[in-house]
């Protein structure tokens, strides 16, 4: 098996009545040290492929590996970064920080040394001894990404890490993150429904389509970085996100007919 | 601010005192404030045993219901089909009246120690025991998720997540529980004992004393609160996140 990650035939079934068909024989693969994105709408089962990633829910049925080593039902063989910040808030901010890589099993001392110097690079320093009630919305951000970043894991799984920030906040953190990623050089899977977000950010881009999730498109991003917002605004980009759209737009049913008041509807 | 509740106390006093007195009512019926107050300079000598002795069974009988109370919400945590058969019995246990309760205590442990202290732990556990067991099932589950995807064990995942996210639920059942505790004792030694606030009591009712009867309640209420000013503090300082202000911060 490959370094990186790799996907095969991944299918999964939430029970219920009737049961929700979440992925259907996905599969995919991420070389070691690139940076993908996942896109697609709700419902595509992003967060349902990160959850099986990350060993946490077992699949109907397939594979899932990370650097060779099955991964499914064995939580804690990669870093994973879920929707909501999650901080713990009885924990001060350099210890939330450590709290992966004590779980890793890295030495207090040695968790305690790492993270002060990546203080600095998240934007955090002077506010190690802080709770995170006291941090702002984009501190908490990026305290949790800092936390990902810090368990010795070779592949981390960002779950729409940037969701819940304000359009400004968000573009800094896409200039910050690559130049974290750029110095770091694990492999990364990001989940977003954000098309410029994994543009900017991603080398290759997958598509999955509405419920059941299935690969409809793999893009690759050959744009140089570090890419701005600016960059965006590029032929090439906008090129790029041409493509993205049709391929959404071959998975996304047109809008549903909404109730036109009589008399106003043409006749065909 | 201190000022408007010691007005009305001072207030209340000087009525009393004011009433007692206009009315001629006889001491052994309801002496006046002044007359608690002499009496209170009388037994001060005598009292610090008392209160030492109630103290120290309210405080042994409260780690008792702490022991027991925690131990019982993990069982009944751990193992969903013990909390059924477990809660009917946990109710029961705290409509058992303690005043038919103590003297039969008392048959079974003599008049030492032992019965206050059982009859504290009895009262003691029950909101202890609710509270940590509320506590532990409303912790987090995506934060239970997050630990268990780093890769955390049981035992982990309890001591980074379960325990702190069930500690203010613990503190606020054994505030309650604190608060009971010097009652509880007292009543133990209601029935029998040879030292304690409850005898202390017992003797001055059957001397017709209500002003010495009245100093001991006064003490028993401000042994109450210490208790749990105590248990407040302790509060605090295990849970200091809780007590962060976050106004005027930048969010």
Redesign the interface.
Known sequence: MTAGISVQHLTHRFAGAPPVLALDGLSLEVPQGRFAAVVGPSGSGKSTLLRVLAGLLRPSEGRAAVDGHEVIGEPGGVSFMPQRDLLLPWRRVLANATLGAEIAGVPRAEAHERAEVLMERFGLSGFEQAWPSQLSGGMRQRLALLRTFLMPRPVLLLDEPFGALDAITRREMHAWLQEVWRRDGRTVMLVTHDIEEALVLADVVYILSRRPGRLVATIDVPLPRPRTARDTTTPAFVELKARVLDALEGVTPPEEPRAVPSGQRSAP | MAAPPVALIVLLLAAWEVGVRTFAVPGYMLPPPSDVWTAFLEVRSTLPDHIRTTMTEAIVGLGFAIVVGVAFAALVVSIPQLRRAFYPLLVLSQNIPMIVMAPLLVVWFGFGLTPKVLIVALVGFFPIAVATTDGLLRA?R??I????????GRW?VLR??LV?SA?PSFFAGLQISATYAVLAAVIGEWVGASSGLGLFITRAQSAFRVDRVLVAVIVIAAVSIAMFAAVHLIARLA?P?RY?S?EG???
């Open positions: 987090d995506d934060l998720e997050l630990v268990r995807g780093m890769g955390a982990q980074s997540v702190p500690l849970m996140y962060v976050t911060e930048e969010r």
